[in-house]
T-cell receptor
Framework: DTAVSQTPKYLVTQMGNDKSIKCEQN?????MYWYKQDSKKFLKIMFS???????INETVPNRFSPKSPDKAHLNLHINSLELGDSAVYFC????????????FGPGTRLTVT | GEDVEQSLFLSVREGDSSVINCTYT??????LYWYKQEPGAGLQLLTY?????DMKQDQRLTVLLNKKDKHLSLRIADTQTGDSAIYFC???????????FGTGTSLTVIP
């Protein structure tokens, strides 16, 4: 019973390509997040999203866009991939009124060559 | 945005206590958290403390919060080799869904 799952686990692609990472949660949460963890393990929030509000970290390039087909899914689309996009991307979820319990997915390691 | 700082590395001997420290800048923080990340894995929530508390204990884990100094610590008693991981502190402000993570402390437990 995986709470927060991501696919793929590994993604290797060339510069300039467009790719997507999928995230699903079966916890019934109403808020989902995307984080980027760089090679130094620094973790930065990219987006938080519920059915009412999308909050974008202002440092995130507009090549990155979250897409939520329903409450249980928040996919990350990345256009025109660059070398600096190489990182581990984590999806997470929480309940809006209970944000002290945030659960993370296992991560997607993206390598751009 | 808010700054959350941690020392990057900590080494302890198996059986000793580990203390991981964290400082933050946002005085409106409501919850403060400790997460554990094992190699190649996602983040696992270990514990959290509400900002009106000073201390929280959960088995081998003790969290201390000094709100005046904006200092949070995680003490792991009887540290085991399985505790080797990166530990992140995080905080959430009073409003919104933002989580702000520290830089992570890599704990190495020496057998």
């Amino acid at each position: 019973d995986t709470a927060v799952s991501q696919t793929p686990k590994y993604l290797v692609t060339q510069m300039g390509n467009d790719k997507s990472i999928k995230c699903e949660q079966n916890l019934g949460h109403d808020t989902m997040y995307w984080y980027k963890q760089d090679s130094k393990k620094f973790l930065k929030i990219m987006f938080s999203y519920n059915n009412k509000e999308l909050i974008i970290n202002e440092t995130v390039p507009n090549r990155f866009s979250p897409k939520s087909p329903d409450k249980a899914h928040l996919n990350l689309h990345i256009n025109s991939l660059e070398l600096g996009d190489s990182a581990v991307y984590f999806c997470a979820s929480s309940q809006a009124g209970l944000k002290y319990e945030q659960y993370f997915g296992p991560g997607t390691r993206l390598t751009v060559t | 945005g808010e700054d959350v700082e941690q020392s990057l590395f900590l080494s302890v001997r198996e059986g000793d206590s580990s203390v991981i420290n964290c400082t933050y800048t946002d005085s409106s923080s409501t919850y403060l958290y400790w997460y554990k990340q094992e190699p190649g894995a996602g983040l696992q929530l270990l514990t959290y403390i509400f900002s009106n508390m000073d201390m929280k204990q959960d088995q081998r884990l003790t969290v201390l919060l000094n709100k005046k100094d904006k200092h949070l610590s995680l003490r792991i008693a009887d540290t085991q080799t399985g505790d080797s991981a990166i530990y992140f502190c995080a905080e959430t402000p009073q409003t919104g869904n933002q989580f702000y993570f520290g830089t992570g402390t890599s704990l190495t437990v020496i057998p």
